[in-house]
T-cell receptor
């Protein structure tokens, strides 16, 4: 079975631009979460979606938004990019909202210049 | 989420056991203890979790103190592939769903 897939793998954007990151969860998994990992730190929770509804939000500004589609794939959108948004963005999927084991993708490396 | 404290780094030799400590003195009765690891250039990977009793799986063992204020992840025979950042995470399913609150973790170096 394919694991969690994220696209693109790398991305370079200019300050002020908008970016969309995509995630396909493991087949059958209904929960998708997004994390931001700045170099040298642990991942920080951004959003969780379950059954196409937002079920949790971390301490991130409104420039960050996400959605989940009927096939359970998900998009993370970031508007008005700042240099500080440069990070590895990770997507994790699990079968249930409360699942103990989350499966992470390889991430999208976003660089804002 | 309750806070965990881990050493910044640890070193081990290949084929020797490794004991990775984690302190969580403010743990609540409904907090599960989770361990994830992150290999270089990869997303985090689930290792093991437990509530009160010690747990074993194919990857590792988790030893939980009787008062639950500390735990130890045990890798029985370290390999070079085990070199990673190991995160100890407390998670209350009732309040946090599948949200994981990562700290800085412990960077494990395995020497050949």
């Amino acid at each position: 079975d394919a694991g969690v897939t994220q696209s693109p793998t790398h991305l370079i954007k200019t300050r002020g631009q908008h970016v969309t990151l995509r995630c396909s969860p493991i087949s059958g998994h209904k929960s998708v979460s997004w994390y931001q990992q700045v170099l040298g730190q642990g991942p920080q929770f951004i959003f969780q979606y379950y059954e196409k509804e937002e079920r949790g939000r971390g301490n991130f500004p409104d420039r960050f938004s996400a959605r989940q589609f009927p096939n359970y794939s998900s998009e993370l959108n970031v508007n008005a990019l700042l240099l500080g948004d440069s990070a590895l963005y990770l997507c994790a999927s699990s079968f249930l909202r409360e699942n103990t084991e989350a499966f992470f993708g390889q991430g999208t490396r976003l660089t804002v210049v | 989420d309750a806070k965990t404290t881990q050493p910044n780094s640890m070193e081990s030799n290949e084929e020797e056991p490794v004991h990775l400590p984690c302190n969580h003195s403010t743990i609540s009765g409904t907090d599960y203890i989770h361990w994830y690891r992150q290999l270089p250039s990869q997303g985090p990977e689930y290792v093991i979790h437990g509530l009160t009793s010690n747990v074993n799986n194919r990857m590792a063992s988790l030893a939980i103190a009787e008062d639950r204020k500390s735990s130890t992840l045990i890798l029985h025979r370290a390999t070079l592939r085990d070199a990673a950042v190991y995160y100890c995470i407390l998670r209350d399913v009732e309040t946090s769903g599948s949200r994981l609150t990562f700290g800085e973790g412990t960077q494990l170096t395995v020497n050949p």
